[in-house]
């Protein structure tokens, strides 16, 4: 199987989106920790580069923007993480998911602590990614 890595990694983002937004603000404390864990842990998972030589893991970030931009909800970033993981579990290999659960709870963590918003979505990514 060809994995399209562009595309788990702007899924990645709504799903980091999603935890950080959980509670109706991002703060700087969460997109730090996001930038440094795509730095020190994305970026070596793998080496796919897009049409212009930047690393895919990149889209991470440009997807969170992206959707700070646009304002959209937490819950309708995790619907949008969830259905493509939903449709493409079998591209989501098992570095990857730590990955994802690795840095899901670090945004978590990253601003006060955990709140009950972050734990659902923590939960419900736990129960899908294993």
Excluded: C
């Excluded at 909800?73 to 989501?92: L, P």
């Amino acid at each position: 199987m060809v994995v399209n890595y562009q595309r788990i990694y702007e899924h990645a983002g709504y799903l980091f989106y999603a935890i950080a937004a959980a509670d109706g603000a991002i703060k700087d404390a969460e997109l730090s920790v996001i930038k440094d864990l795509i730095n020190k842990e994305w970026l070596p998972l793998e080496d796919s580069t897009d049409e212009f030589g930047t690393d895919e893991a990149h889209y991470i970030l440009m997807t969170f923007d992206i959707l700070m931009d646009r304002g959209l909800s937490a819950d309708e970033a995790f619907e949008v993480f969830k259905d493509y993981f939903d449709t493409h579990k079998g591209a989501f290999t098992e570095p990857v998911r730590q990955k994802i659960k690795l840095t899901a709870a670090a945004v978590a963590r990253a601003f006060a602590g955990q709140n009950k918003a972050e734990s659902r979505y923590l939960k419900e990514l736990k129960k899908m990614v294993g």
